[in-house]
């Protein structure tokens, strides 16, 4: 399978426990990106990395989200003490070259927080 | 920062009929602008882009134009058949990195 994979694909939680979730993408994509989409919404950037490197983030990734991609190759998302406006759709997406293409998007990781 | 607007929420037509989907943005520096589709419960796809330097870009039944002046694009479908039925999102972008996306309109193509 060529496409960017995520796991897992559904992730039910209680309130306050900690998740993670994994982002492999397409193997000679260097750039890789993680998004949140609630229902009804368009997916809204939460941050990306250029390599290993953690190049930008949004004002959504409050202190309890951290991204990792160690090296430069899979990411995780980890969320801690979660809350149940944290449920969505976390979509991750990788690229070659900025723009070239847009992105490929993964088939995202739904949370539901209860 | 960028704030994309998209319009209608939803959209119904008969078979056969086009669809017409419009975005606005607000960053004049936006210089690409993806439209992707979402079915139900699978990965937004992308059908078509344009840059900033094309007003129109046509892919068989797709087509998308851009008024940079008036910062506004659109997305048409023609003769839509049923298979085109999903959410539509358009996006844009300054550097090809971060997306702004709209907010999604649902298509239902009627039989």
């Known amino acids: 399978d060529t496409g960017v994979s995520q796991n897992p694909r559904h992730k039910i939680t209680k309130r306050g426990q900690n998740v993670t979730f994994r982002c492999d993408p397409i193997?000679?994509?260097?750039?890789l990106y993680w998004y949140r989409q609630t229902l009804g919404q368009g997916p809204e950037f939460l941050t990306y990395?250029?390599?290993?490197?953690?190049?930008?983030k949004s004002r959504l990734l409050s202190d309890r989200f951290s991204a990792e991609r160690p090296k430069g190759s899979f990411s995780t998302l980890e969320i801690q003490r979660t809350e149940q406006g944290d449920s969505a759709m976390y979509l991750c997406?990788?690229?070659?070259?900025?723009?070239?293409?847009?992105?490929?998007f993964g088939s995202g990781t739904r949370l539901t927080v209860v | 920062g960028e704030n994309v607007e998209q319009h209608p929420s939803t959209l119904s037509v008969q078979e056969g009929d086009s669809a017409v989907i419009k975005c606005t943005y607000s960053?004049?520096?936006?210089?690409?602008f993806p439209w992707y589709k979402q079915e139900l419960g699978k990965r937004p796809q992308l059908i078509i882009d344009?840059?900033?330097?094309?007003g129109e870009k046509k892919d068989q039944r797709i087509a998308v134009t851009l008024n940079k002046t008036a910062k506004h694009f659109s997305l048409h479908i023609t003769e839509t058949q049923p298979e085109d039925s999903a959410v539509y999102f358009c996006?844009?972008?300054?550097?090809?990195?971060?997306?702004?996306f709209g907010t999604g309109t649902s298509l239902t193509v009627i039989p």
């Open positions: 344009i840059r900033s330097n094309v």
């Open positions: 960053d004049s520096a936006s210089n690409y």
């Open positions: 997406a990788s690229s070659y070259l900025p723009g070239e293409r847009g992105y490929t």
């Open positions: 193997s000679e994509h260097n750039r």
């Open positions: 996006a844009a972008s300054t550097g090809g990195n971060q997306f702004y």
């Open positions: 990395f250029q390599n290993e490197a953690q190049l930008e």
